[in-house]
């Protein structure tokens, strides 16, 4: 059976930073190294009852294997799949390999989400203060689907080159604005024709707890927003 290919670049890429050989790793799962050979060149793809202890060797999390891997994790009906990605995503990487940063997934009531529930929903962590007034808070998980256009002014999820963040989107010409909703902050202004940046997905629901914003959040950056 063939297999995508980007489980068989992260495994690769896993057993280079691990220093296994092919066959120090098949010995250690109870497998050929012909095995591990034909799982990174997508052959075939490891059975589903050996994802535990590939995540456990691997030191990675389960649920990002499961994903890479095509492999369907049942869950509430009542609740949507959101997949938790990494802050460290480099700009302007192909949506069809955002599935690689993927560091969990949670699962969130489905009527937290007002729009179409059979989307893709991805979710990453907010960082600082700049979105206050908007109910984002530092730390809190910004959900996002790459399947809905950002329109002017939707909040959308944008990388720019020093990484990635949640902003209000304005089209103003030439230029995109990302307007904070924070009186202590500044809008960032694109220039279409020049800036490198990517908008991937509109923002659609918060997670977190409103109680801990406070008034002071509003007049006090942190350092590094």
């Known amino acids: 059976m063939s297999t995508s290919n980007t489980f068989g670049q992260f495994l690769k890429k896993k057993l280079q930073e691990k220093g296994y050989t092919l066959r120090e790793f098949g010995e250690r799962l109870g497998v050929s190294h012909a095995a591990v050979s034909h799982w990174i060149r997508g052959k075939n793809k490891p059975p589903r009852e050996m994802i535990p202890l590939l995540a456990k060797e691997l030191g990675v999390n389960i649920v990002k294997l499961y994903s890479l891997l095509g492999y ?20 302007g990487t192909p949506r069809e390999y955002i599935d690689t940063y993927i560091e969990d997934e949670i699962e969130i009531a489905a009527d937290v989400i007002t729009t179409n529930p059979n989307l893709q929903y991805y979710a990453v962590r907010a960082k600082g203060n700049s979105m206050i007034l908007r109910g984002i808070a530092d730390g809190y998980l910004v959900i996002f689907s790459p399947d809905l256009e950002v ?12 990484g990635v963040c949640a902003r209000t989107v304005l089209y103003r010409g030439d230029h995109i604005i990302l307007q904070p ?37 509003i007049f006090a950056p942190k350092e590094g927003d």
């Open 72 to 91: 369907v994790v049942e869950s509430n009906p009542n609740t949507i799949k959101v997949k938790v990605l990494s802050a460290e995503i480099p700009c």
């Open 151 to 162: 329109r002017h002014g939707d909040i959308g999820i944008v990388w720019i080159n020093h």
């Open 181 to 217: 909703a924070n009186p202590a902050y500044e809008p960032i202004v694109l220039d279409r024709k020049k800036d490198e940046y990517r908008i991937i997905g509109r923002v659609v629901a918060v997670k977190g707890d409103p109680n801990r914003i406070s008034a002071g959040d």
